[in-house]
């Protein structure tokens, strides 16, 4: 029997129609699609005040883990600049550190904010904590270097989307049980939190092609933890596990209505309200799972961006420059 479930907003059902969808992913296929999963950030760069500088930090056990820094070029700006720290989404299994880069750039755009994106390892190669394990320590670096990068280590954001909002989440509330660094604020969009993949939206969205559907998942989670028993499965890495949600930094959430992850966000966000904490939710009506990194020229996307983009200065107690 098929599940009803909620309509696409119908500028993005028209704009996703041409656009080819997988129901199901394997190795075969992740292997295929891998090499398309980012684009180059060359042309995003161009045309914008902008230094870029490689790095690289140490995971552990040795693995070295690339991080790229964005910083606006050397204004006549006094004041130590806010740090935007990327983790980049893929389902676990795709992507690197310019994927969804664009929205992070826009808010150096906006507030001088430095951008700091990591290429956390992927799985099925990793697995574990191992993802989790490589973003915590590109925040360590920046909290280390916050007076080499010019920014202010108070106003450090932790911000990703899809997976990398997963792995958002686990790094703050690593942070949070070590007691450092101090994260200002986290911006989860369309997070991928709950390894269990039981709730009504994930089932809404299974058995036909889409952007991110139940199966596709299944076997990204089932990549990350391979034999892993639910009652081995660290917080960190499935963050709906957590029991306890308070002492978190203020968290913006947003996903959409029309999307597997739509449950497990809207109860991270009201689990954080339980816990006695701040969050701001946005379910958007119609939003398919990525439909604001694929479709930015979509009203829906651009409002939904913009909604963001305001929050975080509100955040940052900051005047947005455009």
Not at 67 to 79: A, E, M
Not at 90 to 119: T, Y
Not at 177 to 186: C, K
Request: charged share 20%.
């Amino acid at each position: 029997m098929t599940t009803a479930r909620p309509a696409l907003d119908p500028e993005l059902h028209e704009l996703l129609a041409d656009t080819p969808l997988m129901s199901q992913l394997s190795q075969e296929a992740l292997a295929e699609v891998r090499p398309f999963s980012s684009m180059p950030v060359e042309p995003l760069l161009e045309g914008r005040a902008i230094d870029r500088r490689e790095v690289t930090v140490s995971a552990p056990d040795g693995t070295p883990i690339p991080l790229s820094v964005f910083s606006p070029t050397k204004t006549d700006r006094t004041s130590a600049a806010p740090c935007v720290y990327w983790m980049h989404g893929g389902g676990m299994v795709m992507g690197d550190r310019f994927s969804q880069i664009d929205i992070p750039l826009e808010w150096l755009d906006e507030f001088g904010a430095v951008v700091v994106s990591v290429d956390y390892r992927l799985a099925p190669e990793a697995t574990g904590t191992a993802l989790v394990d490589d973003c915590y320590q590109g925040l360590l670096w920046i909290a280390e270097h916050s007076a080499e990068l010019g920014i202010d280590p108070a106003q450090i954001i932790v911000a990703g989307a899809s997976a990398g909002g997963g792995l958002a989440a686990g790094v703050t509330l690593l942070a949070r049980d070590l007691g450092t660094p101090t994260i200002a604020a986290q911006v989860l969009i369309g997070p991928m939190l709950d390894h269990r993949n039981t709730s009504a939206s994930s089932r809404q969205f299974s058995g036909g092609p889409g952007v991110w559907t139940r199966e596709m998942n299944e076997f990204g989670w089932r990549c990350l933890l391979g034999d892993l028993a639910d009652d081995e499965v660290p917080v960190y890495v499935s963050p709906a596990l957590a029991d306890d949600l308070s002492g978190l930094p203020t968290t913006y959430i947003d996903t959409g209505s029309a999307e597997v992850f739509r449950d497990e966000d809207t109860d991270y966000a009201t689990r954080i309200w339980a816990a006695g904490g701040q969050a701001e939710l946005h379910v958007w009506a119609g939003g398919f799972h990525g439909f604001d990194a694929l479709y930015p020229q979509a009203l829906i996307s651009a409002t939904a961006r913009r909604t963001r983009t305001d929050w975080l200065a509100r955040v940052l107690h900051t005047n947005p420059t455009a």
